[in-house]
């Protein structure tokens, strides 16, 4: 299914490129546009036009024509002679996808447009798009939305996104993205490895899209898709596995209820004839979503407009300047209903709403985005293009900033035996956890980048050439608890209703200490962040040559260097790096000469930028101080206890209010995360409809970062040393390192307030290296036709290691480079192992059907084996001194040391647990294109997992629901696969 094709400046063009006879001219036009060039075939008869924008030419030289038509990131090859073959022309026919076999390129990606994407049942947004493609899975559902791809076993949170060219990946995070609406899109390109020398910052996959833009012929059309309730259904409950359970769920699903209407209508032709060009489209919607969970209901519409704008104008035949201007902010309504505690249910929650909601308030998401582009096509042979992108985008910005209640604590009990979440307290709807600082504006990322790109050919190579500066900007607004603080109430069980394995023991460990049987104990937290703005300088230079070794032998040699920086809130470096060198090779053989057989293999090294979030919270000030006591109840009407006893155990501080040191937050050894791969493949033309190939990928994490929040070896460090006056605060609470190696930090060796740099020897961290190796083979295929197209590829893989990556899918951690899994040593036992990406098997096979002139039909179906299922208990704090201990003493029970039935814990390994069950979806359109309408009319429906399939996709797979205290729901469901629905959509294209 997927084709190696060729990278062209910043995979938002394309190029011809072919053979004809020496010294013969050569002319391209496009007769939408009347972009015409002319070049003259070189000596050996081979010709290249480059930098094209996407869309049909058509080729002559000496009275012979061929049509091509041109895609993203992609060469089209053309070849004239006397014979009759005709290897240049492709006939866009059906749905097909993709070039023929591009012999000019090294690289493995995949090209859908938007002709394809009406045909076939995909969801409409990029991501479903790309997971088409080979070697992606589908994330976890609690990060980013759930809907994100997993390319070639990284995490979800290593991609690449880019419109137009431009990258409009949020770098905050990693997990989202700058969208554009999806009407928008002419096409779409999925690059799975090695990618050349002008991309970095991912290890994962890059997706980039290229926007519809005007012709000499006017269209306009417009819309309506529509996923109605009534054709969704019903999702599965989960019930309680412990029979005393107040509430007789784990999870609640049956009665959500969902309604989303998607409409659009644009408009394309010339402002002036064969000059400047304009696309213009705007968006609606009307998406209402209600959604019930133990207490709450919440019901969420957004009606928010969206639109673009795309501007071409040919200032001639050799000077393009191109305007993209995209609106995508949107405005989400927040209604929050308390379920009625007095209306009875059938194996399900008390259900009902009450009249008026008890919390109201509206989330503002998204922003804008420009783009402006010159290209200039100074000779036949010498091609620059300059890029200008600026984006701006909103996160998650709730109106009002505060709402009613915010002003109580956030305050709630867990129930006796279950410990989940029982009920909310006081007058806080327990809907709001935090409240922002007044003072500061809504947290916004702003990206300004610039860049240029060059292409000389010079015989037999072709060299390209540039440089990129990027600066993203993250404001973050401080936030402390509601009403001050966090309250949590809690009551162990006594003897009578004890069972299983703690029937009989004494009571429960709470902050170290014994909390005898039938006390009841709370809870609480202090939480405060600062409020500042972080960030990050990209910077990036590259050369890359593709040589023509011989007629049917191509090398490609490139390298980069990529230079990173992260500020903090002072605007001072806390992360820096020297220009990092990616080299890139690759080969591409046309082993017959006619592009019916190719081999191609490449091998590279990418990196992957610090996070803003990583700025904001390592270098920030942010702290949370933890406390535990007896007490008899609590207040109803504010949450705050009743009867508040003896504190248990010593107060827990994780952080400070005083901003560290910036020369003490990261290692001054600390490398970029970066990755090697290598990608060996082939391709062959079966026959004039059939294409297979097949693909063996290799991907390995050299060096990985993330922080660790450890003191005591710093203490051990010092004595061993003679430090007598070493002082401890002068180390922050965590600090970046690159796992297995010596950390070089900032600190007080003599307790004079004088910071000094010291090397901790690893041997002290007792951090293992960053693993993750990926090992694929890939197999491909597609067949093309008038009347029937259809791709596939089944992949067998196998991922490794003891770190998923940016992001921690099992604790659903977001926070890219910061995740628990290297904050102690004891976090990082028994880790190595599938990480949660790893899908062995991977069948995919989509395509459409034309049964008459009229009717059509598209499906799409995807079969994957399980993933791996872990046991996660509390790490085992015996023998660890202060002040790790009061650090690790907050954490969850989310390490790999658990407790046997028995009530023994003991270490176990990732992935012991077995798997999710093998899992398949079949999606089934039809639609209709009626020959009275002038074939301009399209009514189309498409069902979303037609046989609803409903096999498990996640476990519980947290064993203890407290230290020591065995949770019932222990690999109990959480998640299904989404049930089947329904989408009805109307278009006319004019």
């Excluded at 928010?304 to 995209?326: A, M, V």
């Excluded at 409240?435 to 990322?445: G, K, R, S, T």
């Excluded at 450890?710 to 061993?720: F, R, S, V, Y």
């Excluded at 009626?930 to 074939?935: I, L, R, S, Y």
Aim: hydrophobic residues 30%.
């Amino acid at each position: 299914m997927c084709v190696a094709g060729g990278v062209q400046a910043q995979s938002a063009v394309g190029s011809i490129f072919g053979n004809g006879q020496p010294g013969a001219t050569i002319t391209i036009q496009n007769p939408q546009t009347g972009l015409s060039r002319t070049s003259t075939a070189g000596a050996d008869g081979r010709f290249t036009f480059s930098q094209l924008p996407s869309g049909t030419y058509v080729v002559t030289t000496d009275g012979q024509r061929r049509e091509v038509e041109v895609k993203i990131g992609g060469g089209s090859q053309v070849v004239f002679g006397g014979g009759t073959t005709d290897l240049g022309r492709v006939n866009v026919t059906g749905t097909r996808a993709f070039n023929p076999i591009d012999v000019s390129s090294v690289e493995s990606n995949s090209v859908f447009t938007a002709e394809q994407l009406i045909s076939l049942p995909v969801a409409s947004d990029v991501s479903s798009v790309a997971l088409l493609a080979p070697g992606t899975v589908r994330g976890d559902t609690g990060l980013g939305g759930g809907n994100l791809a997993s390319f070639g076993g990284s995490s979800v949170a290593e991609n690449g996104y880019y419109i137009n060219g431009f990258d409009v990946t949020n770098m905050r995070t990693f997990l989202s993205f700058a969208d554009t609406p999806f009407q928008s899109i002419a096409q779409q390109q999925v690059k799975t490895g090695g990618y050349g020398a002008e991309y970095g910052r991912s290890l994962g996959g890059i997706i980039s899209i290229v926007t519809k833009s005007g012709s000499n012929d006017w269209h306009y059309g417009g819309s309506v898709e529509w996923a109605p309730d009534w054709g969704r259904s019903d999702g599965r409950n989960v019930q309680q596995r412990d029979p005393d359970a107040p509430n007789p769920l784990y999870q609640y699903r049956s009665d959500n209820e969902s309604d989303s209407t998607v409409y659009s209508a644009y408009a394309s032709g010339p402002i002036v004839k064969d000059r400047l060009f304009f696309f213009a489209l705007a968006e609606g919607r009307s998406d209402t979503f209600d959604t019930y969970s133990a207490l709450t209901s919440q019901r969420t519409r957004n009606t928010s407009p969206q639109g673009i704008l795309k501007l071409d104008w040919y200032i001639s035949d050799r000077n393009l300047l191109e305007f993209t201007g995209i609106y995508n902010q949107a405005k989400t309504k927040y209604n929050t209903f308390e379920n009625d505690l007095d209306a009875n249910g059938d194996e399900r929650y008390n259900v009902g709403r009450h009249e008026l909601p008890t919390d109201q308030y509206e989330v503002e998401t998204g922003g804008k985005v420009g783009i402006l582009k010159y290209t200039g096509y100074f000779t036949d042979n010498f091609t620059v293009s300059t890029q200008f992108g600026y984006l701006s985008n909103l996160i998650s910005s709730r109106l009002p900033a505060a709402g009613a209640g915010s002003e109580c604590p956030w305050a709630y009990s867990f129930g006796l035996t279950t410990g989940t979440l029982e009920r909310y307290i006081g007058c806080n709807p327990g809907t709001i956890s935090t409240v922002p600082d007044a003072d500061a504006p809504p947290d916004e990322d702003v990206r300004k980048a610039f860049r240029v790109d060059a292409e000389w050919i010079l015989g037999d190579h072709r060299v390209r050439f540039g440089v990129d500066h990027d600066s993203y900007d993250s404001s973050h607004r401080g936030l402390t608890y509601a009403g001050g603080i966090n309250w949590a109430y809690y009551l162990v069980p006594n003897n009578a209703v004890a069972t299983g394995a703690f029937a009989g023991q004494p009571g429960r460990t709470v902050n170290g200490t014994l909390v005898p049987r039938g006390a009841r104990y709370a809870r609480s937290r202090d939480f405060q962040s600062s409020s500042s703005s972080y960030e990050n300088i990209n910077s990036a230079i590259y050369v890359e040559d593709n040589w023509q070794i011989t007629d049917n032998f191509l090398a490609y040699i490139g390298l980069r260097g990529e230079k990173f920086e992260s500020r903090n809130g002072d605007g001072i470096a806390w992360v820096e790096s020297d220009y990092e060198i990616a080299p890139r090779l690759g080969f591409s053989w046309d082993a017959n000469g006619d592009a019916s057989l190719k081999v191609f293999g490449t091998l590279g090294r990418y990196y992957i930028p610090v996070a803003t979030n990583s700025s904001i919270r390592a270098t920030g000030a942010e702290s949370t101080v933890s406390n535990w006591y007896y007490v008899t109840g609590w207040n109803e009407a504010d949450g705050r206890p009743v009867g508040q006893g003896a504190q248990i155990g010593q107060t827990q501080t994780n952080g400070s209010l005083v901003a560290p040191n910036p020369a003490s937050v990261a290692s001054t050894n600390l490398s970029p995360m970066y990755q090697d791969e290598l990608i060996l493949g082939g391709q062959l033309q079966l026959n004039e409809n059939w294409m297979a190939g097949i693909r063996a990928t290799r991907r390995q994490v050299k060096s990985g970062m993330d922080d660790t929040c450890q003191t005591n070896p710093w203490i051990e460090w010092a004595d061993d040393n003679g430090f007598d006056d070493f002082d401890p605060g002068s180390v922050p609470s965590c600090y970046f390192v690159n796992p297995g190696e010596d950390a070089i930090l900032n600190v007080d060796l003599d307790g004079d307030g004088t910071l000094e740099l010291a090397t901790l020897p690893a041997s002290y961290l007792g951090l293992p290296r960053y693993k993750r190796n990926y090992s694929a083979l890939e197999l491909f295929w597609e067949r093309t036709g008038e009347r029937f197209n259809l791709q596939g590829s089944y992949t067998i893989s196998k991922t490794r290691g003891n770190v998923e990556g940016y992001v921690n899918s099992t604790l659903e951690q977001e926070d890219a480079g910061l995740t628990q899994d290297f904050d102690h040593p004891l976090f990082t036992d028994g880790t190595y192992g599938p990480t949660p990406n790893d899908r062995l098997h991977s069948l995919k096979l989509f395509g459409a059907y034309r049964l008459t002139p009229e009717w059509q039909l598209g499906g799409n179906l995807i079969v994957q084996s399980g993933r791996p299922v872990n046991c996660q208990g509390y790490i085992p704090l015996e023998g660890i001194a202060q002040p790790d201990l009061g650090t690790l003493t907050p954490y969850s029970g989310s390490s790999f040391y658990c407790l046997n039935d028995a009530g023994v814990r003991e270490l176990r390994q990732r992935g012991d647990e077995g798997r999710t069950p093998w899992a398949w979806t079949f999606d089934l359109s039809a639609a209709y294109v009626p020959n009275w309408a002038d074939n301009r009319l399209r009514f189309k429906v498409d069902v979303f997992n037609l046989f609803n399939n409903d096999k498990v996709t996640e476990y519980n797979e947290f064993k203890e629901q407290s230290r020591d205290n065995i949770s019932p729901n222990y690999l109990n469901d959480v998640n299904y696969q989404s049930p089947r629905t329904v989408r009805l959509t109307l278009r006319y294209d004019y």
